[in-house]
T-cell receptor, first 112, second 110 residues
């Protein structure tokens, strides 16, 4: 079993839809959770960063962490074609410069 | 502009050849990482370095080597011992939280 599981998709939704992306993990010691967005043939860019359980909102994006269920989510409201990308979840045991463990990535397409 | 520069963008390797991928950062980050990305497998850690002149193997280090002689530079050599080197290689650096990634090098064996 992989340490972090993420549905690879692909996921295709119409413009304006609410998108839900999810990851589950097995190591209960993970404390820091991230979402990265990766456009085709580019490096990933950090989208959201959260510590421990709870919600964090940034514009149209909301990151949710449920440590009791070992489950994290990223919600995208009012999705736009420019949101079409691969989304990777990542997590680590502690802050600072630590190794990240990544999910497989979910490929998302927003159709105009 | 601060960031990470990877070169070349595309690289072709013949069977039995060693090739070196360059990674340079001007973010003053202590830690640097090399990941390999294959379709459907996410990012897998090859090597990482948390300080100059020190580095550790990641999950898939066999067939790869690195050096960290300067804080700014963390080159990766793909040796002939790596049996399936065709992949997208990503370099990253970090300080307080999260990673900053380069744009990647796509390596193809011909």
């Amino acid at each position: 079993q992989k340490e972090v599981e993420q549905d690879p998709g692909p996921l295709s939704v119409p413009e304006g839809a609410i998108v839900s992306l999810n990851c589950t993990y097995s190591n209960s010691a993970f404390q820091y959770f991230m979402w990265y967005r990766q456009y085709s043939r580019k490096g990933p860019e950090l989208l959201m960063y959260t510590y421990s359980s709870g919600n964090k909102e940034d514009g149209r994006f909301t990151a949710q962490v449920d440590k009791s269920s070992k489950y994290i989510s990223l919600f995208i409201r009012d999705s736009q074609p420019s949101d079409s990308a691969t989304y990777l979840c990542a997590m680590t045991l502690s802050g600072g410069a630590q190794k990240l463990v990544f999910g497989q990535g979910t490929r998302l397409t927003i159709n105009p | 502009d601060g960031g990470i520069t990877q070169s070349p963008k595309y690289l072709f390797r013949k069977e039995g050849q060693n090739v070196t991928l360059s990674c340079e950062q001007n973010l003053n980050h202590d830690a640097m990482y090399w990941y390999r990305q294959d379709p459907g497998q996410g990012l897998r850690l090859i090597y990482y370095s948390q300080i100059v002149n020190d580095f550790q193997k990641g999950d898939i280090a066999e067939g790869y080597s690195v050096s960290r002689e300067k804080k700014e530079s963390f080159p990766l050599t793909v040796t002939s011992a790596q049996k399936n080197p065709t992949a997208f290689y990503l370099c990253a650096s970090s300080a307080n939280y999260g990673y900053t990634f380069g744009s990647g090098t796509r390596l193809t064996v011909v």
